[in-house]
């Protein structure tokens, strides 16, 4: 049996509990073997492992799981959702690195940003000024090693390409 409205979906699994799925996510009572209980999988859409995993609560007689309802599926999901944002910023900001150093007309942003490709790992350090106009850029290997000291060389160097290596 399938529920619908216009976002989301109830139905009985084929061990008679329910799964609660929206437009990303799906939600699934299992039984947990090791500590002898009951927990909730997230997974993402698609994924084939859950993004959250929950210890779930029983019904009095401690063998039955409680049913998952619409708050707590709404909880779940906003939990799953936050974990997601927060995992893409720790990504986005490991491939981002800035230091400001001084240069000759003032201080320079020197910002790396790391190009994860399969086939060619780079990455581009950039300069730009006070005014925020670039002043000059690079492509560096995907493992240079972004420190004050190196941009300030960078920088001193009046932007010339170089052999960069790692350190």
């Known amino acids: 049996m399938v529920v619908y409205d216009d976002i989301h979906s109830m139905e009985i699994d084929e061990e008679g509990r329910l799964v609660r799925r929206n437009y990303k996510w799906v939600a699934r009572v299992v039984r947990h073997e090791e500590e002898d209980g009951w927990c909730v999988h ?10 959250l995993v929950v210890r779930w609560e029983t019904e009095k007689d401690r063998s039955t799981p409680k049913q998952l ?22 990504i986005e900001a490991a491939r981002r690195k800035s230091v400001i150093v001084d240069g000759d007309e003032g201080e320079v942003d020197v910002q790396l940003l790391v190009i994860p490709d399969d086939d060619d790992p780079h990455a581009v350090l950039t300069a730009c000024g006070r005014g925020g106009e670039r002043l000059a850029s690079e492509i560096v290997p995907a493992d240079f090693r972004m420190t004050r000291d190196n941009a300030a060389r960078w920088v001193r160097s009046g932007f010339r390409v170089q052999v960069w290596t790692a350190e």
């Open 69 to 90: 309802d619409e708050a707590s599926f709404t909880a779940l999901v906003r939990a799953a959702d936050g974990l997601e944002r927060r995992h893409r910023e720790r």
């Open 42 to 51: 997230l997974t993402k859409n698609g994924a084939d492992e859950p993004s």
